[in-house]
């Protein structure tokens, strides 16, 4: 390829990112749409600068004196928007995790200096909108795990010491016909890997390695319609999240069918628990 028609893919190329940057800021201002990592804004910035100085080298014959000092002012906006992303990284922490499978982003971005943290929802992959405000602030500390392909379990650490987990989910059960619960349609026993979990009409308890807890549904958050949180003393203990082979049944005589998934609440590492049901 001569470097003519390089000149021009790259021409063309830089003028199409310039106009999506454009609609980006429209975007933005008009429903607070924002990439998924801020940071993006500032490299999309480098690859217009680049592919616009490389275009005009390939496609036009420039003086020795105007190149110099086009690779100047090119270097200078280049190490601009390279100060803008440490600058914003010093500013603001981002969560950005992709599930197993690929089809879910877990997005998440902490004012530093407030401790703030905002759990975003994504659209076509690379932007996203604020949806909530986590309820307490942070202490910068965050441990992400994926409990299944449409459930990401966010534990960290408030101000305060105290730990709490959030649960980004991103799909549904029986179909998602209609809003469930997800106690009462895992009511019955459950078991497996030394862990039991029983959910009654008053609530649910937890054994795990002979220790036991109870949770009434006051100490119950549920997330979406495929996981729940168990409080104790406004701090999170254990997530409950319905696996993707999860069947309710609701509608039928036969019982629950599949597995459900139990995770112990830390900031150490620990691994989620399988169970199926028993009776």
Do not use: C
Request: hydrophobic share 40%.
């Amino acid at each position: 390829m001569n470097k003519k028609i390089t000149g021009r893919i790259l021409f063309i190329l830089s003028i199409a990112l310039f106009v999506f940057q454009m609609g980006y800021l429209f975007l933005h201002a008009s429903y607070e749409l924002e990439y998924i990592d801020n940071r993006l804004f500032y490299v999309f910035n480098i690859l217009i600068v680049a592919g616009m100085a490389a275009s005009i080298f390939l496609l036009f014959s420039i003086p020795k004196k105007w190149r110099i000092i086009s690779y100047v002012t090119a270097g200078i906006l280049i190490l601009l928007q390279g100060g803008l992303i440490l600058n914003h990284s010093q500013q603001t922490k981002q969560i950005v995790s992709f599930s197993p499978d690929m089809k879910n982003q877990f997005v998440l971005k902490e004012d530093i200096k407030t401790g703030e943290a905002v759990y975003y929802r994504t659209y076509y992959r690379i932007f996203a909108r604020p949806k909530e405000v986590l309820p307490y602030k942070t202490q910068g500390q965050f441990k992400l795990k994926w409990l299944e392909n449409d459930i990401a379990a966010l534990t960290y650490q408030a101000a305060n010491k105290s730990i709490h987990q959030y649960i980004g989910t991103y799909g549904a059960r029986d179909s998602g016909i209609s809003y469930t619960y997800v106690g009462p349609t895992i009511q019955g026993k459950w078991q497996g890997n030394g862990a039991r979990i029983d959910s009654r009409p008053d609530g649910i308890s937890v054994n795990y390695k002979g220790k036991s807890g109870q949770y009434d549904w006051d100490n119950v958050v549920q997330f979406g319609t495929i996981a729940i949180v168990l409080m104790r003393d406004g701090e999170a203990e254990w997530t409950i999240g319905l696996n993707e082979n999860f069947q309710s049944h609701s509608n039928d005589p036969l019982p629950p069918s599949g597995e459900i998934t139990l995770y112990r609440v830390s900031m150490d590492r620990v691994e989620p628990i399988r169970l199926t049901f028993v009776e």
